[in-house]
């Protein structure tokens, strides 16, 4: 079902057929537009431009919802199991049991690391960024896992998708230890995907970090929040990298570099970064608006705001009410919970903020609870890629089978020199 859309230019005028997607969503398809009118359109943050069509996740960012398959995400938080929205993410439905349990069997297979990358992690500086270290090791597992991947093969993709996400959680459990002089703990084949990184982040030789099941469900939940979000910035890269059929690892790692950015994934670190220092009193509440609202301040209250969402983001809502229940679990007062809860309360009361629809964003409230995990701040963006790769994966895989994708290479609008002609160094 499309309709149609005019443009008129000069004495020219052209109809552009319109998309109109399942929920209602419309737009004008302009792929032959360049070639019927030599014009092209200029978008910079591509924030009007759809880029593909996707069925993976739909997102209404007026009214606050986040679907994965059509699923909306409140209905995860019961009994949350991060490997099953996995597999929902990547194969388009929810598994059977047999399927999931084949899964996560593959996921306990594959947690191993290969000896030399544990020697090349060893080798890596110990005060390296975590994410620098990830998405290096990530990109180097296409050295251990050279052999092509049969995408059409379900089973061999099922495989690849399951080594990828088991390795990384361990990889990024090697990065801490590595950062804090601690031998490599092995995975415990005994024990479950979250449960396991606690284990591999946490025991020490001869004693095992005992993991219990209000920490592993609030970590499932935590990977299950971050496990994919459409088109923004990092599995846009995975799909750029993907479309020039680079593999699977190297499209990741990229994802992960861009992951990294303070804009985007490493705002969970800013946020905490931002609370402890109201905390020891560097800053109040008020300052922080205030240099938020300075725009001679490159200084942004991180956590709030969203590309999309201009409306409370429906993962920060259930991440607020998740801390509650963590830290009386963990029997833990902090002090940067009851500051965010008064940073969030000033804000929404601020015309700065209301007037641009800047709500809390999923990043605001997940550091207090991984704080209340033990997991180290710099640690807190890593854990984002850990619940996000089933997202990249996914958006990887459905813009690989798609048989329209091509490699993604946009325009520009010129504003350099017109032409002018080489000075030899003696006429300068
Ligand atoms: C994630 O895209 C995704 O889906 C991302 C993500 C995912 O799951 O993958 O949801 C994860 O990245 C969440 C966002 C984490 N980043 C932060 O919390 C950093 C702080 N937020 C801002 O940097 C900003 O809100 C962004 C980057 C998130 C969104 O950037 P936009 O779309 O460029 O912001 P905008 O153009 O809509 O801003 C509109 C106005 C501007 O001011 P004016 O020019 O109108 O005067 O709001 C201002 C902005 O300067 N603004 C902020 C602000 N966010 C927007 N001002 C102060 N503090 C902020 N946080």
Request: glycine content about 6%; proline content about 6%.
């Amino acid at each position: 079902m499309s309709d149609k859309a005019v443009l008129h230019f000069g004495d020219q005028q052209i109809e552009l057929p319109v998309l109109i997607g399942s929920e209602g969503e419309k737009a004008v398809d302009i792929s032959r537009l360049r070639d019927a009118t030599g014009l092209t359109t200029y978008d910079p943050s591509l924030s009007n431009t759809a880029v593909c069509k996707s069925a993976v996740t739909f997102i209404d960012g007026d009214l606050g919802i986040l679907r994965y398959r059509g699923i909306p995400i409140e209905q995860f938080t019961q009994s949350p199991n991060f490997l099953e929205v996995a597999w929902l993410l990547i194969f388009g439905r929810l598994p059977k049991q047999a399927e999931l349990d084949r899964f996560s069997g593959r996921l306990t297979n594959n947690a191993l690391l290969h000896e030399g990358m544990i020697d090349q992690i060893q080798h890596m500086p110990a005060n390296g960024a975590p994410m620098a270290l990830l998405s290096a090791a990530v990109s180097s597992l296409a050295c251990y896992h050279s052999q092509p991947l049969a995408m059409s093969d379900d089973d061999a993709f099922e495989e690849a998708a399951a080594r990828l996400i088991s390795k990384l959680r361990t990889i990024a459990a090697c990065t801490y230890r590595r950062s804090v002089g601690l031998p490599f703990i092995y995975p415990d084949p005994k024990l479950r995907y979250g449960a396991n990184f606690l284990h591999m982040m946490f025991s020490i030789p001869y004693k095992q970090f005992e993991v219990t099941p209000e920490i592993e469900e609030a970590l499932n939940l935590i990977f299950i929040l971050h496990a994919d979000h459409e088109q923004n910035c990092s599995t846009a890269t995975a799909r750029v990298v993907g479309s020039s059929r680079a593999n699977m690892y190297a499209s990741c790692s990229a994802a992960i570099g861009a992951l990294w950015g303070p804009l985007h994934g490493g705002a969970n670190v800013e946020v905490v970064e931002m609370l402890e220092r109201i905390h020891h009193g560097g800053l109040s509440p008020e300052d922080c608006l205030k240099a938020a609202k300075d725009k001679a301040n490159p200084f942004k209250l991180f956590g709030f705001g969203h590309r999309v969402y201009k409306n409370y983001d429906p993962r920060a809502k259930i991440l607020k009410a998740c801390c509650d229940k963590v830290l009386g679990q963990m029997k833990v007062k902090d002090p940067l919970l009851d500051i965010a809860r008064k940073l969030e309360e000033i804000a929404l009361a601020d015309s700065y903020f209301v007037d641009r629809k800047l709500y809390p964003n999923v990043d605001f409230y997940s550091g207090i609870i991984l704080r209340s995990l033990g997991i180290p701040t710099d640690m807190f963006t890593v854990c984002f890629a850990i619940g996000r790769l089933p997202g990249w994966i996914s958006q990887w895989r459905e813009q690989h089978d798609d048989p329209t994708s091509k490699i993604l290479r946009p325009r520009q609008v010129y504003i350099g020199n017109t032409k002018q002609d080489y000075v030899p160094m003696e006429k300068r």
